[in-house]
Antibody, heavy 119, light 106 residues
Framework: EVQLVESGGGLVQPGGSLRLSCEAS????????MYWVRQVPGKGLEWVSR????????NYADSVKGRFTISRDSAKNTLYVQMSSLRPDDTAIYYC????????????WGQGTLVTVSS | SYELTQSLSVSVALGQTASISCGET??????VHWYQRKTGQAPILVIY???VRPSGIPERFSGSNSGNTATLTINRAQAGDEADYYC?????????FGGGTKLTVL
């Protein structure tokens, strides 16, 4: 059974940092692109960052470029995102999701972890 | 940039049919995928490639896509179908989501 379990969310002050983790199980982790997608309260879904199977290719939404860093550890089957210079508009539920290139959609998601940026 | 337009909310009476639309010019030329998101739960894929149901998704869920509108249809709506629904396409090497539609079952 495919499972994605996020952790690391919490309350952080503006300008602060936080690292989110997503532990994957039930599939060959290194075979998939993985994404971080967020849902700002009252708004829709927004992709944040993505990383290919071997970790060598990464991309970021313009809204987080230069502030967030995505990475993965295949030995631990874990996806990460290091978030720095956090702003109040980064407040959101952050989901990790497995991406299927066959037709460009997400076939599995985690339950999300809430990040609140506030003083 | 490609933007998908969804109604903010849709209401449906228990047991009736709900239609949730996702609009953009020539969306019919793209594959559209739909996700259901309930508060506190992981989003789940309910339709992919316009009209294909993943294993475990009830037959009450169906999808279509033509012209400028893709539609998610939920027959015999149940209380448990109350959720936010998002459409998604792939455009210019990027994932694009609609703004989401809140489905209320009355």
């Amino acid at each position: 059974e495919v499972q994605l379990v996020e952790s690391g969310g919490g309350l952080v002050q503006p300008g602060g940092s936080l690292r989110l983790s997503c532990e994957a199980s039930g599939f060959t982790f290194s075979a998939y692109w993985m994404y971080w997608v967020r849902q700002v309260p009252g708004k829709g879904l927004e992709w944040v960052s993505r990383i290919n199977g071997d970790g060598r290719r990464t991309n970021y939404a313009d809204s987080v470029k230069g502030r967030f860093t995505i990475s993965r550890d295949s030995a631990k089957n874990t996806l990460y995102v290091q978030m720095s210079s956090l702003r109040p508009d980064d407040t959101a539920i952050y989901y990790c999701a497995r991406f299927t290139w066959a037709a460009n959609y997400f076939d599995y998601w985690g339950q999300g972890t809430l990040v609140t940026v506030s003083s | 940039s490609y933007e998908l337009t969804q109604s903010l909310s849709v209401s449906v009476a228990l047991g009736q049919t709900a239609s949730i639309s996702c609009g953009e010019t020539d969306i019919g030329t793209k594959s559209v995928h739909w996700y259901q998101r309930k508060t506190g739960q992981a989003p789940i894929l309910v339709i992919y490639r316009d009209s294909v149901r993943p294993s475990g998704i009830p037959e009450r869920f169906s999808g279509s896509n033509s012209g400028n509108t893709a539609t998610l249809t939920i027959n015999r709506a149940q209380a448990g179908d109350e959720a936010d629904y998002y459409c998604q396409v792939w455009d210019s090497n990027n994932v694009v989501f609609g703004g989401g539609t809140k489905l209320t079952v009355l």
